[in-house]
């Protein structure tokens, strides 16, 4: 189970994310924030694997969320997929570790191949922590 939640201020956009969440059975949402300092607080001591994200919020906007948690969290910090209507970030969330950027309107085969996205590197990163052996 993948638990997953989404940052975003605007109504339409989480009502999208929130139906296409539902559509996939191995995603679970914890919870929607449409205030990013209220989740940046849960997720500094909340397990989450994926954080859906837009950038430009108030208070604080998404690349300062995923900053601020692989600074306190590290390699423990959750996976971010970026989402907004301005294509400006995309660099920029990148450079912060951003697995994938979905601009608005997002559609749901474009939010598949994201999901699918992560859950290549959520695979890959069980398989290689559970590996008590290696091949020579």
């Not at 969440?21 to 940046?40: D, G, H, M, S």
């Amino acid at each position: 189970m993948i638990y997953c939640i989404i940052i975003d201020i605007q109504k339409e956009a989480i009502e999208t994310l929130e139906s296409y969440i539902k559509n996939r059975k191995e995603l679970t949402l914890l919870k929607v924030f449409n205030n990013p300092t209220a989740a940046y607080d849960f997720l500094s001591s909340t397990y989450v694997d994926l954080v859906f994200t837009d950038v430009e919020m108030s208070e604080m906007n998404g690349l300062e969320i995923i900053e601020a948690l692989r600074f306190i969290k590290g390699n423990n910090s959750p996976k971010f997929i970026i989402t907004s209507d301005l294509d400006k970030y995309a660099l920029s969330g990148f450079e912060q570790g951003a697995i994938d950027y979905l601009m608005k309107p997002v559609t749901f085969k474009r939010f598949c191949t994201s999901v699918d996205r992560f859950m290549l590197t959520f695979n890959s990163d069980n398989y290689s922590n559970k590996k008590d052996y290696f091949f020579i």
